[in-house]
């Protein structure tokens, strides 16, 4: 699985939209992006996925370049509760393992 | 749904014990995952199974540490003896279907002195 670089920290005010970088320059084809978070003490929790188009969900959007070497994360109104560790992880659809990097830790302050 | 889930939350063990970590997946998936959560190493997959299979195993760090599913809603993760170095918290999360979503349990966490 390709490897993914984020930034190890970043601040997002409440209220406001939170983006959340991350580069995976050598990802194949068939390979996805996907993201999961990690509230302090609580196992880590899905937010979304997508391969090469834009995706939206009811927790967050996922922009992916066209090249599609890197993708960010948006959370559109950052909540206090959004305060977390934020993964980026490549997966080709066929392997059940998810590689978790060392991830982005937001906080997110009134 | 319940969710997936894990027993005991907290484990504190001397050196030497055997240690046993319980999951019980949410019903119906038949991808069950034994992670590892240590501040050095960050997340690690010990073991998956598919329909109480285990399909890779190549994370389990030494022969101290078994894996079992004897049916679709129970798993055990056993360590003897247990060490040390083994302190972590251990997630279990289950999927339905290779490629979907995983769903993590609250994790154990596991001190042993």
């Known amino acids: 699985d390709a490897k993914t670089t984020q930034p190890p920290s970043m601040d997002c005010a409440e209220g406001r939209a939170a983006n959340l970088p991350c580069n995976h320059s050598t990802i194949s084809g068939n390979e996805y992006v996907y993201w999961y978070r990690q509230i302090h003490s609580q196992g880590p929790q899905y937010i979304i996925h997508?391969?090469?188009n834009n995706e939206t969900n009811e927790m967050a959007s996922l922009i992916i370049t066209e090249d599609r070497k890197s993708s960010t994360l948006i959370l559109p109104h950052a909540t206090l509760r959004d305060t977390a560790v934020y993964y980026c992880?490549?997966?080709?659809?066929?392997?059940?393992?998810?590689?978790f990097g060392a991830g982005t830790q937001v906080v997110v302050t009134p | 749904d319940a969710g997936v889930i894990q027993s005991p939350r907290h484990e504190v063990t001397e050196m030497g014990q055997e240690v046993t970590l319980r999951c019980k997946p949410i019903?119906?998936?038949?991808?069950l995952f034994w992670y590892r959560q240590t501040m050095m190493r960050g997340l690690e997959l010990l073991i998956y199974f598919n329909n109480n299979v285990p399909i890779d195993d190549s994370g389990m760090p030494e022969d101290r540490f078994s894996a079992k599913m004897p049916n679709a809603s129970f798993s055990t993760l056993k360590i003897q003896p247990s060490e040390p170095r083994d302190s972590a918290v251990y997630f279990c999360?289950?999927?339905?279907?290779?490629?979907?979503?995983?769903?993590f349990g609250p994790g154990t966490r596991l001190l042993v002195l």
């Open positions: 019903s119906g998936h038949d991808y």
């Open positions: 997508g391969l090469k």
């Open positions: 999360a289950s999927s339905l279907g290779q490629v979907e979503t995983q769903y």
């Open positions: 992880i490549v997966r080709a659809r066929e392997r059940g393992k998810l590689q």
